[in-house]
């Protein structure tokens, strides 16, 4: 799935360019697509995004979207499936559980499969109070209480921040609205769903002690060995202090990201009439036997959900540099921000929080010896190696089995920590 977004995100920036230099003549700058197409004498009139909780509340489950105001002042939209309407659940005890998205994803990611395979539905049919959190600056996370997301200041953050401040965020508030009086939380993270996490336990440790226990999918922090094609590519490029860096740092990545949601949820839908030839093409794009292609159109209709272009720096910095460490924003900022030239190193050696590692062999993101140089720095870990040599980054959110690999051994953990 990863693959196909990325492919798809490289499109869409294509597409972007070319619209924008067909339109050289037209009115200059920021040109809202939005508008110009959602208008009754153009052929296409949008219909409004369906939501995490919308797309939850189609399968009959309780949903509910929370606005979440972090210690800078983002707002942070989060969903949550408080207790399961099969179970009638709701004066029993729950305890709560966090899952947290990757790259330019959201926490539509997490529910394209649908009740009988998807994590959070079954976790809330396990007993669980399920909250899905969205980083900042994605789709449901473009908010702030005084800076707007039109402005560049917005955009200056990287994953540093919403482990540091939006993940924390979250703990907190699910523990005070869950109102059971619950002292901890279970967590689950793909791919950047992990670095955040990381970045949060290790710089502020007493977080540790608000996690019972917490599973990263394709766990991501140290990044030497990193075969994906693009980022090796690009790395020598973007992963240091230069001009070309420069010049793509502190934005939004694809700012015409609304626009193009819209369009592509429009088209892909599942009520829309067009959504069969989402389908087709979608077919014919891929040969993949062991995604579950059913959900792709969802997938498609909800990403690439948004993100800053300095979240994707900071991980070229790391795959150049062999570290797991802060932002680099070059020696004469580093001396004013850190007092060191060089950006410190993540202390991953504190995250005390009991941590079990998924990974596996054919991971373009997460190499086995990279995963494998982390865990010997993790004081309180279990490695669980995927079986299957083929499964790959994207098989975490989409393989057609992650149910039976994923999905229950996870949840027998949390259950068998609970004595549930
Ligand atoms: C921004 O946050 C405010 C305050 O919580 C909320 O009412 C509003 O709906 C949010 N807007 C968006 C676009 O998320
Ligand atoms: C695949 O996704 C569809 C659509 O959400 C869902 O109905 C189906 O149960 C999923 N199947 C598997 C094997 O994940
Ligand atoms: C739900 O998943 C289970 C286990 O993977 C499978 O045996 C069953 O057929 C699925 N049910 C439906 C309705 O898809
Ligand atoms: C997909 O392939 C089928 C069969 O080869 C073909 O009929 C159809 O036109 C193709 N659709 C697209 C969108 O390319
Ligand atoms: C890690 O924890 C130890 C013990 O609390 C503390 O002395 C040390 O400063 C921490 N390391 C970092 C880099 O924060």
């Not at 002292?183 to 608000?210: A, D």
């Not at 932002?327 to 929080?353: H, T």
Request: hydrophobic share 35%; glycine share 6%; aromatic share 12%.
């Amino acid at each position: 799935m990863q693959n196909y977004l990325l492919s798809f995100a490289i499109l869409l920036v294509g597409l972007v360019v070319a619209i924008k230099c067909a339109a050289v003549n037209a009115p200059p700058a920021n040109i809202d697509f939005y508008k110009l197409y959602d208008n009754p004498e153009a052929h296409i009139t949008f219909k409004d995004r369906r939501t995490t909780r919308d797309r939850i509340a189609a399968h009959g489950y309780p949903a509910e979207h929370h606005h979440i105001v972090t210690e800078d002042g983002y707002i942070v939209g989060v969903f949550r499936i408080p207790y399961s309407h099969k179970l009638q659940n709701q004066n029993k005890i729950r305890p709560i559980v966090l899952i947290q998205h990757g790259l330019t994803s959201c926490s539509d990611a997490w529910i394209l499969s649908g009740p009988n395979d998807s994590l959070p539905y079954l976790l809330a049919d396990a007993g669980f109070d399920v909250w899905l959190g969205n980083g900042r600056g994605n789709t449901y996370s473009r908010n702030h209480t005084s800076r707007s997301p039109l402005h560049p200041y917005f955009w200056r953050f990287s994953w540093h921040e919403i482990g540091y401040f939006d993940i924390a965020a979250m703990i907190d508030y699910a523990l005070k609205t869950n109102g059971q009086g619950q002292q901890s939380i279970h967590y689950v993270g793909h791919s950047q769903g992990t670095t955040v996490f990381f970045t949060l336990m290790s710089l502020r440790p007493e977080y540790n002690e608000k996690i019972k226990t917490a599973h990263m999918f394709a766990p991501i922090a140290i990044m030497t060995n990193m075969e994906n094609k693009l980022v090796r590519k690009v790395g020598p490029y973007l992963g240091h202090r230069n001009e070309y860096s420069l010049l793509f740092a502190d934005q939004e990545f694809l700012p015409n990201n609304d626009f193009l949601l819209s369009l592509f949820s429009n088209f892909c839908d599942a009520d829309n009439e067009l959504r069969p030839v989402c389908e087709n093409a979608l077919q014919n794009w891929s040969t993949d036997s062991r995604s579950n292609m059913t959900a792709m159109p969802d997938g498609l209709a909800t990403h690439p959900s948004g993100c800053s272009t300095n979240q994707m720096l900071h991980y070229l910095q790391e795959q150049q540099s062999g570290h797991f460490r802060q932002y680099d924003y070059g020696p004469q900022k580093n001396l004013e921000i850190y007092k060191s030239e060089q950006p410190p190193e993540y202390p991953v050696e504190n995250i005390s929080s009991e941590l079990h590692l998924w990974y596996s062999d054919n991971d373009n993101m997460a190499a086995v010896e990279d995963v494998l140089a982390l865990s010997d720095r993790l004081p309180n870990k279990r490695l669980h190696h995927m079986e299957d040599p083929m499964w790959d980054h994207g098989d975490f959110a989409l393989n057609i089995e992650v149910r039976k690999y994923l999905n229950e051994p996870v949840i027998e953990i949390m259950k068998k920590y609970e004595e549930m």
